[in-house]
Nanobody
């Protein structure tokens, strides 16, 4: 099982980016999926998470600006980021709780994707 994230880049303050993360492999089900971020010198923090049923939660710092969604048929989670601020600059990681062939409720992490918000 692998998670592949994409969609990071350089954007000006106030701009938007959409991150995607697709899980591949022999997967039976995915429970929660989420996005975390880690800025230089900081601990990794939860940005947003979504359950298989679609319930979501967000860090206070991104509420009203970021939206997490998922496509269960594609085993993919998305993060739409609007009104980006310089303090959103970080490496963003996707995470998923996966049950598949030989695995039961294991936490997987994707390789990070860099998001830089700067003028």
């Amino acid at each position: 099982v692998q998670l592949q994230a994409s969609g990071g880049g350089l954007v000006q303050p106030g701009g938007s980016l959409r991150l995607s993360c697709a899980a591949s492999g022999v997967i039976f089900s995915i429970n929660a999926m989420g996005w975390y971020r880690q800025a230089p010198g900081e601990q990794r923090e939860l940005v947003a998470a979504i359950t298989s049923g679609g319930s979501t939660n967000y860090a206070d710092s991104v509420k009203g600006r970021f939206t997490i969604s998922r496509d269960n048929a594609k085993n993919t989670v998305y993060l739409q980021m609007n009104s980006l601020k310089p303090e959103d600059t970080a490496v963003y990681y996707c995470n998923a709780d996966i049950t598949g062939l030989g695995i039961n409720g294991v936490d997987y992490w994707g390789k990070g994707t860099q998001v830089t918000v700067s003028s």
